[in-house]
């Protein structure tokens, strides 16, 4: 048996009393108090409300630490300080990647998104600006164990290199050869006994010590969790991060390998009941005076990268942020309380809710799980009206695996980066304005009436135009990332100005109904720059909505209707509220989102979070999803108030993320759609 000493002669008894105190294991005992206190310094640089690390949260993350370390018993002695070293190094990176990723995204890195890494090296300047030098600090470890490691393995090849020359001194006879090469043989198979047992015991206390809390937290104030994990703050707030990337690996491989997707017929049953609510509610013509009214136009829109509601009609040192869409709203109907509903994906997710009207997933993007699975979207339902749709994006094809999604979505043509002549270098590809003056060109060829979707890139994190392009004086905030994100917006606002220009010069501008929203927010959470630029001090609400809320313009062809509304609204509702104004019956489509132009709607929007307003409240939930633990605000007091007023609404938003979940993932609309024309 292994002692402090393995070259001393203790009792057998002392020898197992100073088992923990070996070199090898108290490496072990190291390795782990490392780890654990890493994982304490993610804890500390994520800042979410009722997410902190409590003692019994320090519980799971030790036992989480030796679920994921316990096999190295299994080792030879010397392969366990070599494999502890190398898990050392593996968690260091897998801890760095997850808080750099949770700077940009408030998220974890899932299987999913490692399916994506493909698109990381596009993000190399964002990466950069995460970056922070205390991060260091994770790997200040990985030297001093690679040096205790390197240390002790010369120790033992010098004590075996003695232990021969002594070996080789003495005479010994065949009988003693023989019988030393017996008890070594005898001595390895206890060993290797002795080390599966240590390995069982620790898998077991590994076992005990994560899988108890959380099915205490399970049991008792995260009820569900695992059934309706609509955020992945909610799982690693009960599990931890390295049980929260197991439960990751596991649902990744239930979905695509197992029975995750299959539904029971209850299950679907409930869909069904629920679309065929939400579609008998649909506006049909003769139902309102809009409903039809700009039947067969051209419909442009415009998602605007990173492009939030809080700079729109705001000025800085006397000069217009957003001068032209501040114009344009005069003639457009501008909706001032419109939401981004975006998780993972981001600007795909965008992408999908706006032209498919579903909720983002909870992990990684539609656009790169589920490519090949059928939706309702915006060109396959144009399609059917005689409308010909093209997708605009000055980028590589395969980004967010575009290039298969725009087909299964029924885009006739989708014009990509190799499409467009890079006469204006700027951040990640083409500038914006050279970008639209490209595509209006290619659209004054196309039959009419069309679809086109453009997808913009100038005001992309990490927001570093240069100074050739910058034309605000942003003062203090010169320099600064928020700065920065300033001057990106004002070009983007000046590209759109030239746009209008163009479209009216081709000859298309009074054809075409003409939409600009905003993809998601611009990561930069701060409230310092925030107050800065604003001018006033912001609350935790204020906060909450500015980084949840982007602009959405609607300039129809006329001019018409143009006016400020302050109906709650998000991206869901892009689609049925431009089929509305084409006149085209969506009852028959699988949409979740409201369409904007029905009063007889009620009006909730959620977010991926599970946050949600109806006007009236905001909810913000806890990040242990439990709904006692959000905060509710009154919209018209903006001040907290019965959480009680928000229960009804909770619970429909939980139900509707987990609805869109389940009917993206189990290819419903698909099974939904046959079973429809079998009955016809």
Not at 116 to 128: C, D, F, K, N, P
Not at 136 to 160: E, H, K, Q, S, Y
Not at 525 to 537: D, I, R, S, T, Y
Request: glycine share 8%.
């Amino acid at each position: 048996m292994e002692s402090f000493n393995s070259g001393s002669q203790q009792p057998r008894w002392v020898q197992r009393l100073l088992w923990p105190l070996a070199p090898i294991q108290i490496i072990y005992w190291i390795f782990l108090i490392i780890i654990l206190e890493k994982l304490m310094y993610l804890q500390s640089n994520i800042h979410l409300p009722n997410i902190d690390m409590n003692d019994l949260d320090k519980v799971t993350a030790v036992g989480s630490i030796i679920l994921a370390s316990f096999w190295v018993m299994w080792l030879p002695k010397r392969g366990r300080i070599i494999a502890l070293i190398v898990l050392d190094v593996l968690l260091s990176l897998l801890i760095f990647a997850d808080l750099v990723y949770f700077r940009y995204f408030q998220d974890f890195i899932t299987i999913p998104v490692l399916m994506q890494a493909g698109q990381v090296e596009s993000l190399g300047g964002s990466i950069r600006e995460l970056l922070s030098v205390k991060d260091l600090w994770l790997f200040a470890d990985v030297i001093l164990l690679a040096v205790v490691g390197i240390t002790l393995l010369i120790l033992r090849i010098l004590r075996i290199v003695r232990g021969r020359s002594r070996s080789d001194r003495r005479a010994s006879s065949a009988y003693r050869a023989s019988h030393r090469t017996s008890m070594i043989a005898g001595n390895q198979r206890k060993r290797l006994t002795i080390g599966f047992a240590r390995g069982a015991v620790l898998l077991l206390l590994g076992c005990i010590l994560t899988f108890g809390p959380i099915k205490y937290a399970t049991s008792t104030w995260a009820t569900g969790l695992f059934a309706g994990n609509w955020w992945n703050m909610s799982l690693y707030n009960v599990t931890g991060l390295l049980g929260f990337h197991g439960y990751d690996i596991y649902r990744y491989a239930d979905d695509h390998f197992g029975n995750g997707n299959q539904l029971s017929a209850a299950q679907t049953d409930e869909i069904k009941q629920w679309f065929d609510a939400k579609q008998s509610g649909r506006a049909k013509a003769g139902d309102d005076k809009l409903f039809g009214a700009y039947k067969d136009s051209n419909v442009i829109v415009i998602q605007g990268e990173a492009f939030m509601n809080f700079v729109v009609g705001k000025s800085y040192n006397g000069q217009e942020i957003t001068p032209n869409m501040n114009r344009l709203m005069k003639e457009s109907m501008y909706f001032s309380q419109y939401y981004h509903q975006t998780g993972q994906g981001r600007t795909s997710d965008a992408d999908i809710g706006s032209n498919a009207s579903l909720h983002p997933l909870p992990t990684g993007s539609v656009f790169t799980r589920y490519a090949d699975h059928q939706y309702d979207t915006m060109p396959t339902i144009l399609s059917k009206q005689g409308y010909d749709s093209y997708v605009f994006h000055a980028y590589e094809p395969s980004f967010w695996n575009r290039s298969v999604m725009y087909q299964n979505m029924g885009y006739k043509q989708f014009f990509s980066k190799n499409d467009f002549t890079i006469d204006e270098p700027l951040g990640w590809s083409l500038g914006d304005k050279s970008f639209f003056r490209q595509s209006v060109e290619k659209m004054s060829g196309l039959k009419q009436p069309f679809y086109s979707f453009m997808i913009t890139l100038s005001s992309h994190h990490p927001y570093t135009l240069p100074p050739s392009v910058q034309e605000l004086d942003m003062g203090d905030l010169s320099g600064t990332t928020f700065g920065d994100y300033i001057q990106a917006l004002h070009y983007v606002d000046a590209a759109l100005g030239e746009m209008e220009s163009e479209l009216k010069e081709k000859g298309l501008w009074d054809k075409t109904i003409l939409v600009f929203y905003g993809d998601h927010d611009n990561s930069l959470k701060e409230k310092e720059p925030m107050e800065q630029f604003l001018g006033k001090p912001v609350s935790d609400l204020d906060m909450e909505q500015f980084m949840n809320q982007v602009p959405m313009l609607i300039h129809l062809p006329d001019g018409a209707h143009a006016g400020t509304y302050d109906i709650p609204a998000g991206q869901l509702d892009m689609t049925p509220s431009l089929l509305h104004l084409l006149g085209v019956n969506a009852s028959p489509y699988y949409l979740m989102g409201n369409d904007m132009f029905n009063n007889k709607e009620k009006k909730l929007v959620v977010l991926r979070t599970g946050a949600f307003s109806d006007g009236t409240i905001f909810y913000i939930p806890s990040a242990d999803g439990v709904f006692e633990h959000g905060t509710a605000y009154d919209l018209k007091t903006r001040q907290t108030t019965d959480i009680e007023r928000a229960r009804a609404g909770f619970e429909e938003a939980q139900k509707r993320l987990n609805i869109s979940d389940e009917l993206i993932m189990g290819d419903l609309i698909r099974q939904f759609h046959d079973e429809q024309a079998q009955t016809k």
